[in-house]
């Protein structure tokens, strides 16, 4: 019986692997990294709705009519669901496509930085010449 526990809440037995106790309705876990990623099964458009509606174990109608209602109101869901399908990793342990942004930007301006204008070791301060001016580093 390795495949079952006692939920925390009202002590009834549950399988290990559930969400939610089906006696309670209690909430078993929190919202863990692995689950957090856009989804394939149940997509739409690109899988976000589906991913939130399994990372918050809501059924993906009550997300989708949550997005048509913030699309109403301010005109949010747009910008709401371009948001989070660029935070949200495409598959459990792969980064998202804004952590890759983030990361290409980094690494460009750090190739840029080292590339960049010639330095002079003054003391125990590494500066470097700039158009004739110089700029603590």
Known sequence: M???????????????RAV????????LSALERAS???????RRLAGVAAGLSRAFS???AYVRFAFIVATFAQFAG??????LWLAMP???GEPSLLERML??????VERLASAGAPRA???NTERAVVDGGDVDR
Do not use: M, N
Request: glycine share 6%; net charge positive; hydrophobic share 30%.
């Open 2 to 16: 390795t495949d079952e526990k006692a939920c925390p809440y009202c002590a009834e037995t549950i399988k290990a």
């Open 20 to 27: 939610r106790c089906r006696y309670c309705r209690s909430r």
């Open 36 to 42: 957090w990623h856009r989804s394939v099964e149940g």
């Open 58 to 60: 809501v059924p993906v």
């Open 78 to 83: 747009p910008f709401v669901y371009a948001g």
């Open 90 to 92: 495409p598959a459990a």
């Open 103 to 108: 990361r290409e930007l980094r690494e460009a």
């Open 121 to 123: 070791q003054t003391g």
